[in-house]
Nanobody, 118 residues
């Protein structure tokens, strides 16, 4: 079992940056692909970014491409989401998730709130 804890959310103005962290328990973190997702009020959860177990494969949602960067540190059992040029439409609860099989996310964190004011 993997437990995920996100941190780094907050309230910022449009154009600002935030870095989210997601730290995993256990010694098998490097076996999991990791993803970031977000859910805004009244909307369905949507994919933001993903990174393969060793970090060699990365993909982003079109809405964040060029502004967000996902990375991981398998020594620290942590995946990061660097968010630059934040927009009000980025406001959401951001959650990280772990997948042993690509696309099959089985472990989820509790989420961290990101609010971007205009």
């Amino acid at each position: 079992q993997v437990q995920l804890v996100e941190s780094g959310g907050g309230l910022v103005q449009a154009g600002a940056s935030l870095r989210l962290s997601c730290t995993a328990s256990g010694r098998t973190f490097s076996s999991y692909a990791m993803g970031w997702f977000r859910q805004a009020p009244g909307k369905e959860r949507e994919f933001v970014a993903r990174i393969s177990a060793r970090g060699s494969l990365i993909s982003y949602a079109d809405s964040v491409k060029g502004r967000f960067t996902i990375s991981r540190d398998n020594v620290k059992n942590t995946v990061y989401l660097q968010m630059n040029s934040l927009k009000p439409e980025d406001t959401a609860v951001y959650s990280c998730s772990a997948a042993l099989v690509p696309g099959n996310y089985i472990y989820w964190g509790q989420g961290t709130q990101v609010t971007v004011s205009s």
